[in-house]
């Protein structure tokens, strides 16, 4: 069963900095476009941050300048540096993946149940 789990996230001041981590696991054949969001009580999921399988990103203007995605398509895993954090960054967030269950089939997204960053002031 193909699953995507998110870890790293916590209890931080603000200015301090998180690494966030999504790992993809099960049997796949690839994974391409990775993305980040982020959900706070009573607001609407938010796109924060991608990456293509080639390495290619986009961010929100909220988090760009601060935020950072990559990937290692050897070992299957996504990250997201936060750093700069804020008390508006206090969220859940969550990996979404497009993967290919089997080659030439039709690709599937793919959801994390999400981890907990707070950021105090």
């Known amino acids: 069963q193909v699953q995507l789990v998110e870890s790293g996230g916590g209890l931080v001041q603000a200015g301090e900095s998180l690494r966030l981590s999504c790992a993809a696991s099960g049997n796949f054949y690839s994974m391409t476009g990775v993305n980040w969001y982020r959900q706070a009580p009573g607001n609407q999921r938010e796109l924060i941050a991608g990456i293509t399988s080639e390495g290619n990103t986009n961010y929100a203007d909220s988090v760009k300048g601060r935020f950072t995605v990559s990937r290692d398509n050897v070992t299957r895993l996504a990250f997201l540096q936060l750093t700069s954090l804020k008390p508006e960054d206090t969220s859940v967030y969550l990996c979404?993946?497009?993967?290919?269950?089997?080659?030439?089939?039709?690709?599937?997204?793919?959801w994390g149940r999400g981890t907990q960053v707070t950021v105090s002031s």
């Open positions: 979404n993946a497009i993967l290919w269950l089997q080659p030439f089939a039709t690709p599937r997204q793919f």
